[in-house]
Every structure is written in C-alpha cells, then in structure tokens.
C-alpha cells in the first residue's frame, strides 16, 4: 500500500534554513507528480508547491517562491523541501502527497505531517 | 489573488442532507478547474474524498458525491452520520501548475 512519511521538521529561527524529506513506498515514485501542503495551527490547508514525476518542472505558490525548492531523487524514493530564509509564517505541518494519475490534478495520498515551527 | 471560497462552518442533522460549496472570489467553478474534496478531522492527515469534480476517491462511501451547482463545486453528503463531523477542504486546479484551497468548511453533525 501506498506509504508516505515526513520527517526533518523541528524547531528554527527567523532566517534559518531547513530541509525535510518524504520516503514514498508502495507506488512507482517515478511516475507521479508529488506536492508539499502545509498547515499552520489552527488554520486551513495551502498548498506550497510540487514538482512533476521526471523533474523536470516545479512549481510554488506565491508565497514559497524564491524561498522554497522542491526536490526529488527517484533512486532513493524521496522527496525534499528545502526551506530558506524561514518566517514566522511558514509555522506549519507540512504534508506530502503523492499525486493522481496524469491529468487528474488531486492528491490521492498523504504522509502524517511533520511540523516545522520557526520562532526565536 | 484568487480566493476560493466555502462557507465557514455548517451543520446537519443525523440522517440529513448537506451541500457545501467552493466558489472563486471572481469567476465561476468550471470542472475545467478539477475540483477536489478532502476531509480532515484534527490532528489528522487529509483523506481524499472527490477528484475531477464528481469522481469518488478509492473506498469513499457513495453518500458523497460531488457535482457543479450553478458556478460553485458542490459537496454533498447524503445521510449524514456522526463521524462525518470534520472540516471539509475543497481545492481547485488554477493552471500554470499551481492549486488553491479554500479555508475549509467545518461540519457539525447534530
């Protein structure tokens, strides 16, 4: 079955920088498209960015660009979000998940969640 | 910016009927917009409910359906049971690679 587990959140600074990973199972990882979804506390889902099953495009939402850089390494499995120059509003779980089938734009699977919380 | 829009919170009653909703601040919901369901209770991951406007995800009871009502994306649960109280995200595909949820529809069963 499909399994998707966050992990490298923590504790940072105003400024500071943090990388986390989803280790993805259960599925081809090399033909989906993946997307990082965060949530800060007691707030909605906002989706933060993705990046498409060979690489080879990214995207982000307004509010990550420049900041954030999805990456992803097929051979291991795994997806990353490096996250530069951390705010306080980027206080948040954040989700992977794995998207549908090509040409279907939804999330079809999601990782727990690990919490990134940016505070001096 | 565009906003995509659900009503904050709503309520049903055991056994009933509910519709929520997922409009754009500016224009109307199209399925060109691959409108998505997703249901949360706290301190849990999101489950996929709907994809592709009416399209039930894998293991989702048939008393969810999804469909455009006027120029909004429509969630609507038939038969409403307890453990159907969570908060309800839809989220549209806006193009260009990108996605906008909206702030959630929080469902009180009562």
């Known amino acids: 079955q499909v399994q998707l587990v966050e992990s490298g959140g923590g504790v940072v600074q105003p400024g500071g920088s943090l990388r986390l990973s989803c280790a993805a199972s259960?599925?081809?990882?090399?033909?989906?498209?993946m997307h990082w979804v965060r949530q800060a506390p007691g707030k909605g889902l906002e989706w933060v960015g993705l990046t498409r099953s060979d690489a080879s495009n990214k995207y982000y939402a307004d509010s990550v660009k420049g900041r954030f850089t999805i990456s992803r390494d097929s051979s291991k499995n795994t997806l990353s979000l490096q996250m530069n120059s951390l705010r306080a509003e980027d206080t948040a779980v954040y989700y992977c998940a794995k998207g549908g089938d090509l040409g279907s734009y939804y999330f079809d699977y999601w990782g727990q969640g690990t919490l990134v919380t940016v505070s001096s | 910016q565009t906003v995509v829009t659900q009503e904050p919170s709503f309520s049903v009653s055991p056994g009933g009927t509910v519709t929520l909703t997922c409009g754009l601040s500016s224009g109307s919901v199209s399925t060109s917009y691959y409108p998505s369901w997703y249901q949360q209770t706290p301190g849990q991951a999101p489950r996929t409910l709907i994809y592709?406007?009416?399209i039930r995800s894998s293991g989702v009871p048939d008393r969810f359906s999804g469909s455009i009502l006027g120029n909004k994306a429509a969630l609507t649960i038939t038969g409403a049971q307890a453990d159907d109280e969570s908060d309800y995200y839809c989220v549209l595909y806006m193009g260009s690679g990108t996605w906008v949820f909206g702030g959630g529809t929080k469902l009180t069963v009562l």
């Open positions: 592709s406007t009416n």
């Open positions: 259960g599925f081809t990882f090399s033909s989906y498209a």
